[in-house]
């Protein structure tokens, strides 16, 4: 059913109208905001389809590989000016297609950490947008210990072996915890399916608190991760600050609306100038130390002044 709702036609757009085509890789309110952001910015820079100056064609692949694939071909059979590509996966499996159109990515690493650079590490010539690297992560994850403040902490993880960032950030954390004294635990998961009950496995090895890392299997399991670490009252700390609203206690990381928002400033610029001169993907400019106040209430933890109350 999926790939005939992918491969419907579209009504015809005059040759002058862009059409931005928009690929998600699945639902998720945290990495909606993104899209929210990008078209945004697009609509400040005065381009909008209620203006009739683009047209946008939509596709969410709701997590199916086979899917994202299928959207992607039909995206380049329509001929679109770009594709916006969020998160990873979708970008990844945009550049895996060989199109010549531009991407403009968005919550996703850099072209390194997913793999996607050539021999000499040289990124996609059509690769735009803006990307994440992995140096925030220390920050975010050593609030654990500032914030719980015990001598011994272990911390419980579960990655994606399937995503490069996933378990790049794993190997950085493990030295990070080593440097720090923190006993880390972390389980592999495969697909979300999984998440309960690899969850529930570190849970019962009596952890301190979980740390959620820039995962798209964690991402869009979030819930159920909360509602058992809630229910064993295990607090959780993240490097996304999209994850706060929906239970995590504290972040230090992007902003996923201004991620969005910057990738569609330079959408914009490409639709303003025509061509790609002087554009180049470029690293997320917005990080933010984020808490949850009833999340942190519940938990009975004290969060510094500096950090920006959000629910």
Do not use: H
Request: net charge neutral; charged share 15%; aromatic share 8%.
């Amino acid at each position: 059913l999926m790939a005939m709702v992918v491969l419907l036609g579209c009504n015809s757009t005059p040759s002058n109208v862009p059409v931005i085509g928009f690929v998600d890789a699945f639902e998720d309110n945290t990495i909606a905001q993104a899209k929210k952001g990008f078209f945004d910015a697009l609509a400040q820079k005065g381009y909008s389809e209620s203006k009739g100056n683009i047209k946008v064609i939509y596709r969410n692949a709701q997590g199916s590989i086979p899917t994202l694939t299928q959207i992607v071909k039909y995206m380049q059979s329509e001929q679109v000016t770009l594709l916006a590509t969020c998160p990873s996966l979708s970008t990844v499996t945009a550049v895996q297609s060989k199109t010549k159109i531009p991407i403009f990515m968005m919550v996703a690493p850099m072209p390194d950490l997913m793999k996607i650079t050539d021999p000499n590490g040289k990124a996609p010539a059509n690769l735009f947008g803006v990307g994440e690297n992995l140096a925030y992560i220390d920050t975010s994850f050593l609030l654990i210990p500032t914030l719980l403040q015990k001598p011994q902490l272990t911390v419980g993880m579960i990655f994606n072996q399937s995503e490069p960032q996933s378990v790049e950030a794993i190997e950085r954390i493990k030295s990070l915890a080593a440097n720090n004294n923190i006993n880390l635990v972390y389980l592999p998961v495969n697909t979300s399916a999984d998440v309960q009950l690899v969850t529930q496995s570190l849970l019962n090895k009596k952890i301190d608190a979980f740390f959620a890392n820039p995962d798209n299997t964690v991402f869009a399991s979030f819930e159920t991760i909360a509602k058992a670490c809630n229910q064993a009252k295990v607090p959780i700390f993240t490097s996304e600050a999209g994850l706060v609203s929906r239970g995590a206690v504290a972040a230090f990381g992007a902003d996923i609306y201004d991620w969005g928002f910057q990738s569609g400033e330079q959408a914009a610029d490409f639709l303003a100038k025509g061509n790609t001169n002087g554009l180049t993907y470029t690293i997320v400019k917005t990080r933010k130390r984020v808490y949850n106040a009833t999340v942190a209430a519940t938990f009975g933890l004290k969060v510094p002044a500096t950090f920006q109350a959000i629910q």
